[in-house]
C-alpha cells in the first residue's frame, strides 16, 4: 500500500528558528511530489512541486529536496515568522495524471 | 492566474438530502479530481474523471457519489443520501499538459 508519513505531527518554534519538515513515502516510483500550506479550516495552497528527476526545489525562504531512493522528502524554511504558522501537507503522486496521495501534515506554530 | 473555483463555499444539509457540489476546472485542463478532508483528517481522494469518464475511483466513492462534467466547463460531485460522515472539506483539482494538479479553495458540506 502507498503510504504517505509526515514526522513531526506538530512543532513549535521561536520565531526567526531555521526548521525542517519531513515527509516519507513508502513506495519510492513517485512521479513527483508536492508540498501544500493548509491555514485552519482554508483550502490547499501549493508551495513547490519536485519531480521525480529533481533532487530540490527554492521558493523564497522555502527549499524542498528529494531523494527517491530512500523514499524521503524535507521541506526546510529558513528564518520562520509567524504568519508561516499553519500545516504543512506533503503528497506523492505516481503517474502523471494519477491521484495524489496525502501525509497526515504537520502543524507549525511560530511564536513571535 | 487561473484558479480553479468551487460554489458553494459552504452548503449545510439534512440527512438523507441530496447534494451536488460545484467546481470550475482552469479552462484548458484535461484531468479531474475530487478529494475530501473529514475535520482533523487526512485529505483523501475520491475520484479521477478523464474524457468524459471516470479513471479511477477510491474505495471511499460508492454508489452514493456520481460526478459529471455536464456542460464543458462545469465538474460536479453529487452524493445521494447524504449520512453524517459525510460532512467533510471537499476540494475540487484539475490538471492540464503539466504535472500540477490545481487545488481549488473547497466546500465545506455539513451534514445535520
Known amino acids: 500500500k502507498q503510504e504517505v508519513t509526515q514526522i513531526p505531527a506538530a512543532l513549535s518554534v521561536p520565531e526567526g528558528e531555521n526548521l525542517v519538515l519531513n515527509c516519507s513515502f513508502t513506495?519510492?516510483?513517485?512521479?513527483?511530489l508536492q508540498w501544500f500550506r493548509q491555514d485552519p479550516g482554508k483550502g490547499l495552497t501549493s508551495l513547490l512541486l519536485?519531480?521525480?528527476?529533481?533532487r530540490e526545489q527554492t521558493s523564497g525562504r522555502l527549499n524542498a529536496s528529494l531523494d527517491k531512493s530512500s523514499g524521503r522528502s524535507t521541506l526546510y524554511i529558513a528564518a520562520s515568522q509567524p504568519g508561516d504558522s499553519a500545516t504543512y501537507l506533503c503528497?506523492?503522486?505516481?503517474?502523471?495524471?494519477?491521484?495524489?496521495?496525502f501525509g497526515d501534515g504537520t502543524t507549525l506554530t511560530v511564536k513571535p | 492566474e487561473p484558479e480553479v473555483t468551487q460554489t458553494p463555499s459552504h452548503q449545510v444539509t439534512q440527512m438523507g438530502q441530496e447534494v451536488i457540489l460545484r467546481c470550475v476546472p482552469i479552462?484548458?485542463?484535461?484531468?479531474f479530481y475530487w478529494y475530501r478532508q473529514i475535520l482533523g483528517q487526512k485529505v483523501e481522494f475520491l475520484v479521477s474523471?478523464?474524457?468524459?469518464?471516470?479513471?479511477?475511483k477510491s474505495e471511499i466513492f460508492d454508489d452514493q457519489f456520481s460526478v459529471e462534467r455536464p456542460d464543458g466547463s462545469n465538474f460536479t460531485l453529487k452524493i445521494r443520501s447524504t449520512k453524517l460522515e459525510d460532512s467533510a472539506m471537499y476540494f475540487c483539482?484539475?490538471?492540464?499538459?503539466?504535472?500540477?494538479?490545481?487545488f481549488g479553495p473547497g466546500t465545506r458540506l455539513t451534514v445535520t
Open positions: 483539482a484539475s490538471k492540464g499538459t503539466q504535472s500540477e494538479q490545481y
Open positions: 513506495d519510492s516510483a513517485i512521479y513527483n
Open positions: 519536485i519531480q521525480s528527476s529533481q
Open positions: 503528497a506523492v503522486r505516481y503517474t502523471n495524471a494519477g491521484k495524489s496521495t
Open positions: 479552462s484548458n485542463h484535461l484531468y
Open positions: 474523471f478523464y474524457n468524459n469518464e471516470i479513471s479511477e
